[in-house]
């Protein structure tokens, strides 16, 4: 498999995920802005995608993946289409009665999640509300994941790295034509997630079918606990929710401080999160994808030298393109917050409070997407204690950091702390693979690291510069103007930095691989 086409096409169909994740975020942004009703929506929405990482994308992704690879590589397709079947079958019912009760006890988990919101008791109720339309969204979620790690292990990337686009267009559609005939607008957004989750559900269904590997869910669960493969895949399970719940504990935290700051503070956050994650998505998510079942598959065939090559193209990657993310959203935090949100009633208060969670969330972008990288190096073995023991320091790290940030700079203080603590993971889980002789760094590492710094100067002194020729501010009158000048600034930007790669020896060939 050509690793670099492959990843070439999930980029392309994460950009197109993103790009329509941006216009999603400008259209709630106009309609709703940054205030008491958004902060309910955010939380209420955070609550289902908390337990879809928690059971969906995050552990079982991590647990199910290689044991799957394994079940692909050794055993046949009979036996990899039972295992199938009956972890569908365990999990499809474990969230039934996870989503029964979240509607139920809604009201304590949102008083949980975000207790300041109980000083406005009408923004409290409507989180309520919206947390309970949106629960069942985690059962949809969770076939979407059993999916998406069937069709990577068959190699087919193309549907599940499409599949978030059908989210975002729900909620363009609910912004545009829902919202203005509800007595209360925001209740148009909790419906589009439920609307996204059926549609991502519906587009899956095709290409499993197509591979023999669409499962068929039994009636009684306690026939798939007596599958050995099932009860590996619970037993990885474990410390793998464990180490999702480490990063899902400070989520938490972080959304309940947030609620207790300004008005807007967790729609600031959010609205920058957003855009963070176009780099995180096109980069971590790309490549953690592709490199989860390669790695798997170079495990199951005890190919070591396969296996850290792997590590090493996964790494040289994404300094070469998460660095240059990084000083962008630094340096040009007021044109793309302007361009992309300051428009209806997202004012310029909101522009400068989402600017700054931008910033310092620009600071730990590296460690976020280099986790994403790193983390597959301990998963494909089969390893989810080790990023464990990792996530609760890690976890502790990070509250220490919003004692110390929170009050200085208050919202963005949550956000710098989160990207630091992430740069501290990704320390730990390169120190562990090195120590234990799983990753061993190729030559060439010193020159392509001065090379590389070399260019991102260039890069931030051309933002700067470029970017000081507009007033972002007052071209709200003028949208396409500004979307003209930020594109402006973006081209000259990309030519500096990869023209000064160029200049300095680096070519395209140099980042191909092929995983076999």
Not at 157 to 181: C, E, Y
Not at 342 to 355: N, R, W
Not at 388 to 393: F, H, L, R, S, Y
Request: a positive charge; hydrophobic letters at 55%.
């Amino acid at each position: 498999m050509n690793l670099h086409k492959t990843l070439a096409t999930i980029f392309g169909m994460t950009m197109v995920s993103r790009v329509t994740g941006l216009v999603r975020e400008l259209l709630v942004a106009r309609a709703f802005g940054a205030s008491a009703y958004t902060d309910a929506f955010f939380v209420a929405f955070r609550i289902p995608n908390l337990l879809r990482r928690l059971f969906a994308e995050g552990a079982f992704s991590q647990a199910f993946v290689p044991i799957l690879a394994e079940y692909k590589n050794k055993k046949g397709s009979e036996a990899t289409k039972e295992l199938v079947d009956h972890v569908a079958t365990l999990l499809t019912w474990a969230l039934v009665l996870t989503c029964l009760l979240g509607i139920v006890a809604s009201p304590v988990i949102v008083y949980f999640m975000a207790t300041g919101l109980k000083s406005d008791p009408e923004a409290f109720n409507v989180s309520v509300v919206m947390t309970r339309l949106m629960f069942p969204y985690i059962g949809f979620m969770s076939f979407v994941a059993l999916a998406g790690g069937v069709l990577n292990t068959w190699r087919e990337f193309r549907v599940p790295a499409f599949t978030p686009v059908l989210l975002n267009l729900s909620f363009i559609a609910a912004s545009l034509f829902l919202a203005p005939h509800l007595q209360q607008p925001i209740y148009a957004l909790a419906i589009a997630v439920i609307i996204g989750g059926i549609l991502q559900v519906a587009v899956q269904i095709p290409p499993m079918r197509k591979i023999g590997m669409l499962p068929k869910i039994a009636l009684n669960p306690l026939v798939a606990t007596s599958d050995a493969g099932v009860r590996r895949v619970l037993r990885q399970m474990v410390p793998a929710t464990f180490a999702v719940s480490v990063a899902q504990i400070s989520l938490i935290i972080n959304t309940n401080i947030a609620s207790r700051l300004a008005n807007g503070s967790v729609s600031w956050l959010s609205y920058a999160d957003r855009l963070m994650e176009l780099p995180t998505a096109l980069l971590g998510v790309a490549l953690g994808t592709i490199l989860l079942p390669s790695l798997s598959k170079a495990h199951a065939d005890n190919n070591t030298e396969e296996y850290s090559a792997l590590l090493d193209w996964g790494l040289r990657l994404t300094f070469l393109l998460a660095m240059p993310a990084a000083v962008g959203l630094a340096t040009l935090s007021e044109p793309l917050t302007t361009t992309l949100f300051h428009y209806g009633k997202f004012d310029a208060q909101s522009v400068a409070m989402t600017g700054r969670a931008l910033v310092a969330y620009g600071v730990g972008l590296i460690g976020l997407i280099l986790v994403k990288i790193l983390a597959p190096g301990f998963y494909a073995r089969q390893d989810i204690r080790t990023p464990v023991k990792i996530a609760i320091g890690v976890l502790v790290a990070t509250q220490l950091m919003n004692l110390m940030f929170v009050p200085w700079i208050a919202h963005a203080g949550l956000a710098l702390s989160i990207g630091l603590g992430a740069c501290v993971n990704a320390a730990f889980l390169y120190w562990g693979l090195r120590r234990r002789g799983i990753y061993v760094a190729r030559p060439g590492w010193r020159i392509f690291l001065l090379r590389l710094t070399g260019a991102l100067f260039l890069l931030a002194g051309m933002a700067l510069w470029s970017a000081s020729h507009f007033d972002w501010m007052a071209l709200r009158a003028h949208p396409l103007q500004r979307v003209g000048a930020l594109g402006i600034v973006m081209v000259a930007c990309g030519a500096t930095y990869f023209g000064a790669l160029l200049a300095m020896g680096f070519r395209f060939r140099d980042f191909k691989r092929v995983s076999v």
